[in-house]
């Protein structure tokens, strides 16, 4: 009954000039949503340096999927090399994300642009 | 729309019907003239007690329901979420980012301390089997602060 998570992969250019790689996500982000999620950032193959994670496309997300972004950050943390950093989150999600202290290992930004410019 | 109207859901243990519970919830309390950000507060945690009695009260059975009881009144929106667990003793978990980041705490568990952050009351009760439910209210008071 939980509905389908959607990943997409692309590369932006950074305000510095650098690369950014987006895994833009839709749909929901539940706990049904690991393989899709996971698997595409397993796909990254800790090759991508700075990782946005774009949430416009989102329409619903609860505490079993933000343990699947926290996993995702345990691992980038291992890494030692990786940033990742967070957009398009309506501002009830902004809310909540800061509530459990996302904000202190990925920066939460406005939109893309604002993504962008800050990597 | 009159206080003391009350609406009753019942649940099937599949997740993803918790957001039947929380579009109910986002209906009533817009008749009620709740904010749109009190709103999306309260479908958080109504959708995450509905996921916590699926899951952890009925484990996923699909022969139990979860009931789900909103209520108006002059204070504001009840929800009371019911299940056939065995209900919550302890106090909601604060989720410790660093420990998740590091390794050392279960990324999951957050659902009770975002339920008691997002509403202005919430008291968990046990019970016999279709009695242990969590209670949750937004006050209207609080509305404009």
């Known amino acids: 009954m939980q509905a389908a998570t959607r990943v997409t992969t692309r590369t932006a250019s950074t305000a510095s000039g650098s690369s950014a790689t987006i895994l833009a996500f839709s749909g929901d982000i539940s706990s049904a949503s690991k393989d899709a999620i996971l698997g595409a950032w397993h796909g990254l193959d800790g090759q991508a340096r700075h990782v946005l994670l774009d949430f416009t496309g989102v329409d619903y997300i609860n505490s079993s999927g933000i343990a699947i972004i926290i996993q995702m950050l345990l691992e980038a943390g291992k890494t030692g090399t990786q940033t990742i950093g967070i957009f398009g989150l309506t501002p009830h999600f902004q809310k909540v994300f800061t509530m459990v202290g996302i904000n202190k290992y990925a920066a939460l930004h406005k939109d893309e642009a604002a993504a962008l410019a800050a990597v | ?145």
Not at chain 2, 23 to 42: K, N, V, Y
Not at chain 2, 126 to 133: A, D, E, L, R, T
Request: hydrophobic residues 40%; contains cysteine; proline residues 3%.
């Open chain 2, 1 to 145: 729309m009159k206080n003391g109207s009350s609406v009753q859901v019942r649940l099937p243990s599949e997740l993803g019907f918790e957001k039947v519970a929380m579009s109910t919830a986002a209906s009533m309390a817009a008749l009620m003239g709740f904010s749109e950000d009190r709103i999306e507060d309260l479908k958080t945690a109504v959708g995450e007690a509905c996921i916590n009695a699926i899951e952890h009260g009925n484990h996923l059975n699909s022969s139990l329901g979860v009931g789900v009881v909103l209520s108006t009144s002059a204070d504001g929106l009840e929800v009371k979420v019911i299940d056939d667990g065995a209900g919550v003793s302890v106090a909601p978990h604060v989720p410790d980012i660093d420990r998740k980041v590091h390794g050392e705490e279960d990324l999951r568990g957050m659902g009770m301390f975002l339920i008691q952050r997002l509403v202005d009351e919430a008291e968990w009760y046990k019970g016999p089997p279709g009695k242990s439910f969590v209670r949750l209210l937004i006050r209207l008071d609080k509305e404009n602060e």
